[in-house]
């Protein structure tokens, strides 16, 4: 970890001039960080589950594997406030005050074994007034579990659903 980053973790952001965003973008891959000329405008922590189905491959004849149906999950403040809501398809990110977003997955990076990915979204424009109004990306990092069951997919259990608990942190970007 170098010396910056351990001051900007310590307090010290304000007499460095390290920002949320610089501290957001040092360690997530570089596929998923946010262009320049953005900020953090609110962060939560998404807690849920991932609804995955049982499927026949369609560029595969006779092959099966668990297809990502949708999000479900709770997003909290860094208190554990709910503040929002995520689920789809498709998906949408919704304040507690009604305004909502959906976006555009621009790019995935890995995030460990068992983790789903990182991910950034580039936001349409909000619906209705509120907490979701102006956000131009969705940063999802810190990611915990999510991922395809381990249970074997096969013609046999062709059509079952199984859900998946996650976490992960959302970071929603606004333009400077």
Not at 38 to 55: L, R, S
Not at 161 to 169: N, R
Request: charged share 20%; aromatic share 6%; hydrophobic share 40%.
């Amino acid at each position: 970890m170098d010396a910056k980053k351990i001051l900007c973790l310590t307090g010290l952001t304000l007499a460095l001039g390290c920002s949320t965003s610089a501290f957001a973008q040092m360690d997530v891959p570089e596929a998923v960080r946010v262009p320049d000329g953005h900020k953090v405008a609110m962060e939560t922590v998404g807690v849920g589950q991932i609804t995955y189905e049982c499927q026949a491959k369609t560029e595969m004849p006779g092959q099966m594997a668990w297809v990502f149906m949708g999000p479900k999950a709770a997003l909290n403040d860094r208190s554990g406030k709910q503040v929002g809501k995520y689920y789809g398809p498709p998906a949408t990110w919704e304040s507690m005050d009604g305004s909502k977003v959906t976006g555009t997955q621009v790019a995935i990076a890995p995030a460990g074994e068992r983790n789903i990915s990182h991910q950034l979204v580039k936001a349409n424009p909000a619906e209705g007034k509120g907490a979701m109004t102006g956000v131009t990306y969705i940063q999802r990092v810190a990611t915990k579990g999510g991922v395809a069951p381990a249970k074997a997919c096969a013609t046999a259990n062709e059509g079952e659903q199984q859900i998946v608990d996650y976490q992960a942190d959302y970071l929603f970007w606004a333009s400077k």
